[in-house]
């Protein structure tokens, strides 16, 4: 009997594409998709790295296909974007080894910028897609995944959401298959992507997918259960056990393979219900396909296109049953904040006090967008800060951005932002970037990146010295500044937004919640000092609160003796100690 364990459904991808004999596997970390890299590091069979992005990502596992071995990338569904250069010429080039890219995608926007449907990229991509449902799932269309890509020569695609990702599953587990390596043979009609290449490889695309239609009202992973036939609902992914929790009588086609669909199956199961239904979360790319072959079902008029569904709404969309909750409990707001001891708020202090405007990028700190810093101003995309201030330069001038700085960090300045910064040299811009180097990729779990000096496995490696990089691009003012040395840092501002030149200043301080970072003091407040004036309250670290009296209290559980209240006294009514 197979061995079986409860699993996220990240780590049951993870193990589908050990069993499924993967060799190379890239990523670069990012909610909800980072724990399949983190699982897969734990098999020594398969070699996994992070990736500086997922562009990056993508073309390592696209040559590791190439050369014969099964090979897989994964990402969020920003990622995608970043990612879709080559996807898109891959879907031309097709594949030697198995090739699958996981894209995880977040209805609800958990820890998104958007609610982007990486089915619709796929779709326009000509890639195929598959969607488990569960752990098991996961699993098991990881397995398929591979052996469907050599089949079709073709990269597949397999979607995920926040909901299944972070959802735990009973997982059967299988042994490890063994693939020999693909032979590989020189074929550039195939493989270099020049027009009169890819016009040929365009038609092979094409045909590719019309025989994959073909083939997937047979197959396995699209299935038909028939019960009470008045109602029938085609859907995909966690929408199906939402289906079957909401409406456990009716009759369900649940799509494995969803792009490209089975047409012959659909239009079978249509003739067999009465009232039919579509039910995907985010766009309706299922149900616009089904309605241009004519066939008449009900989706996004009564379902929204925004979020996650759930049970209950289903239940009041088609039943029209009046969902009885109860009141949530009336407790205090908490909105998201920084860390404790986070030297991204030491950094967003200075610049408030210098009502200094930021162009933001993606990470934590992105927070300091909110009271009391309310520093960040704008957040787009991965390095866009760099890009939008010299836009800014551009079109204003450099009289403009004397009060504005691009904030990234030093995780998202190597995944992007190095482009960035030479654009702004090479056009021969102004402006002052500040590199937040907390010495790690904070937003997603402290995973390692090319300037930590350690590998996804924990090796020891070469570190990229970001300020030798930032010289190496040609910016000559470059200054290296403690994140926690507020006096220094706000003269380095104000030094540097004053140039008619391109200067980095780079921000540095560990993460407070890196495991190699344990401080030796804590903040103490002293009351009969205290003037009550509160300074020491406007950074907002979440360990320091006012008392009845106007007195401050520092709590010694959560503070990490970063100082910054500290040096917001002017009455020295702060103190640092030892920890006990």
């Not at 995608?80 to 198995?98: M, R």
């Not at 449902?133 to 050599?150: G, H, P």
């Not at 800060?385 to 204003?396: D, F």
């Amino acid at each position: 009997m197979a061995e079986k364990k409860i699993m996220l459904g990240n780590e049951a991808i993870a193990r589908g594409a050990y069993e499924a004999g993967v060799k190379v596997s890239a990523a670069y970390p990012g909610t909800p998709s980072t724990e399949i890299s983190e699982n897969i590091v734990k098999y020594p069979e398969i070699y996994a790295e992070w990736s500086p992005n997922e562009k990056v990502a993508m073309e390592v596992a696209i040559g590791a296909s190439f050369s014969g071995v099964r090979a897989m990338a994964s990402m969020k569904h920003v990622g995608v974007n970043v990612a879709s250069d080559p996807l898109y010429s891959v879907s031309y080039a097709g594949v030697n080894g198995g090739l699958v890219i996981v894209a995880a995608d977040d209805p609800g926007l958990y820890s998104s910028q958007n609610e982007q449907d990486s089915r619709c990229v796929a779709r326009v991509a000509q890639v195929p897609v598959l969607e488990p449902a569960d752990s098991q799932e996961a699993k098991d269309y990881t397995k398929l995944a591979f052996a469907l890509s050599e089949e079709y020569d073709t990269p597949i695609m397999v979607r995920t959401t926040t909901r299944l990702a972070h959802s735990q599953g009973v997982v059967a587990l299988e042994e490890r298959e063994e693939p020999a390596d693909k032979k590989y043979e020189r074929n550039p009609a195939k493989r270099v992507m020049m027009p009169g290449n890819a016009k040929g490889r365009h038609v092979v695309v094409e045909q590719r997918l019309k025989k994959m239609a073909e083939d997937a009202s047979s197959m396995a992973v699209n299935r038909t259960e028939y019960r009470d036939t008045s109602i029938g609902v085609i859907t995909s992914g966690i929408p199906y056990q939402y289906v079957r929790e909401a409406l456990p009588d009716a009759s369900v086609l649940k799509l494995g393979l969803v792009h490209p669909l089975p047409r012959k199956m659909i239009e079978e199961f249509a003739s067999k219900v009465g009232t039919l239904y579509v039910v995907e979360e985010l766009e309706p790319l299922i149900e616009e396909q089904v309605r241009s072959w004519g066939i008449k079902v009900i989706g996004k008029e009564i379902f929204t296109i925004q979020g996650e569904y759930s049970a209950n709404m289903l239940r009041k969309a088609i039943l029209k049953q009046e969902i009885v909750t109860k009141e949530p409990a009336k407790v205090p707001a908490r909105p998201p904040i920084l860390c404790p001891g986070c030297p991204h708020r030491s950094v967003f202090s200075v610049l408030n006090q210098l009502k200094i405007h930021g162009a933001g990028d993606i990470g934590c700190y992105t927070l300091g967008a909110v009271p009391p810093l309310n520093v960040i101003d704008t957040t787009i995309c991965m390095g866009a800060s760099i890009s939008m201030l010299h836009g800014m330069e551009k079109a204003k001038g450099k009289e403009y951005i004397k009060d504005w700085v691009a904030l990234i960090g030093d995780s998202t300045f190597l995944h992007t932002g190095v482009n960035s910064l030479m654009n702004m040299v090479y056009n021969q811009s102004s402006g002052t970037v500040i590199i937040l180097d907390n010495s790690t990729t904070g937003m997603t779990g402290h995973q390692d990146h090319a300037a930590t000096g350690r590998t996804l496995k924990g090796d020891p490696t070469f570190a990229v010295d970001l300020e030798e990089l930032c010289h190496a691009l040609g910016v000559q003012h470059v200054k290296v500044v403690n994140a926690f040395d507020t006096k220094l840092l706000a003269e380095t501002v104000k030094e540097e937004v004053a140039r008619d030149a391109v200067s980095v200043i780079i921000a540095q301080a560990p993460c407070a919640l890196l495991k190699s970072n344990v401080s030796k003091v804590k903040c103490v407040a002293l009351p009969e000092k205290c003037k009550k004036c509160g300074m020491c309250l406007k950074p907002g670290c979440p360990a320091i609160t006012k008392q009845a009296d106007g007195t401050v209290k520092i709590d010694e559980t959560m503070c990490n003796g970063c100082g910054l209240c500290k040096t917001q006294c002017k009455f020295e009514a702060i103190e640092t100690v030892p920890m006990a």
